[in-house]
């Protein structure tokens, strides 16, 4: 069975980031056609991908994963609306005002939101917002908006797409830490005033031998303010040589981070990051000798961490397809 449909028994997502580039291998297209019931643009979606020239927007690498993802009945995820990286040269050196930033931040959000609408079924809306310490991190948005650029950005987002689901996406808050208790607050502070926020995405890059977080914990913290949750990036990187031993422990933690999320009714889906380690962004642009941190090898055939997810999917008891937060049996 597929991991998607095994996921659905659970009215659970199990969506792939994917690029444009990859769907042009049909082993790449087969399985992120097949297997996943979301996708979520890698970096297509990006302000340096979308207006790397100002005032000229790509949108084809965009768009074919829309099409791609409407042909093969499956959610996108919008990623991400704000964020403080790859944002092109013209705007991190423009020296704009912050009034002019705070205009171009809207134009940017509501152009993306108006385009996607009734494609986009959640945005992440804010991406990594907050410090290790529990305070918002000083990006350029912070600086030039204040500290409401948060709440602004997911007015706006609602405003032009009152359907999509709106989420902060964070890495770095799956235990107890005060970074965890720094989103929370911001989580908090957000429904208190109103503001429209419907779910926290959490990052799960893992090294492999880290030890598996208490994620069913953190997300039920999360839950319990009333949003849904989701993991959005999951990937579980690797030092060299690759052993049958490492590939063991690296399914056991993919293994335990799907059972977190069953475990926790608000949970929506899944995202892994990557489909297979050929197209992984782990050694991309980084002099880091981590690696093979996807469900598939580098010629796209399952690992022991595709079978372990599979498992733990199938031996899950049913927990009623369509009753998690948000979504319908249908939608996956
Ligand atoms: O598009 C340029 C291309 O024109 C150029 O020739 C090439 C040369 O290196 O670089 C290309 O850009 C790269 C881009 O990926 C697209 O491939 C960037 O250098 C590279 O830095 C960028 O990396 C992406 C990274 O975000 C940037 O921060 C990864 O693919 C992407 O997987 C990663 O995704 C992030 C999430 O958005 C947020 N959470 C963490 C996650 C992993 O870092």
Known sequence: MTLRALAARHGL???????????????????????????????????????????????????????????????????PLVWHDQLPHWLTEGHFTPGELAALLHTHVTTLTRRYAGAVTAWDVVNEPVEEDGSLCRTLWREALGPDYIAQALTWAHTVDPEARLYLNEFGALDESPKTKGLHDLAASLLDRGIPLHGIGFQCHLLLGQEAPALARTLNRFAELGLEVAVTELSVRMLPPVTPAKLAAQAATYRAVVEECLAVPACTGLTVWGVGDADSWVPQGSRSPYGTPTLYDGAYRPKPAREAVARALAAAPDGGLGTRAGHTAEQR
Not at 32 to 61: I, L, Y
């Open 13 to 79: 997502g199990f969506g792939a980031a994917l690029t444009d580039s990859g769907l042009t291998d049909p082993r790449y297209l087969a399985l992120a056609a097949t297997q996943f019931s979301s996708v979520t643009p890698e970096n297509a979606m990006k302000w340096d991908h979308v207006e790397r020239v100002r005032h000229t927007r790509t949108w084809d690498p965009a768009d074919a994963l829309a099409r791609f993802a409407a042909r093969h009945g499956q959610e996108l995820r919008g990623h």
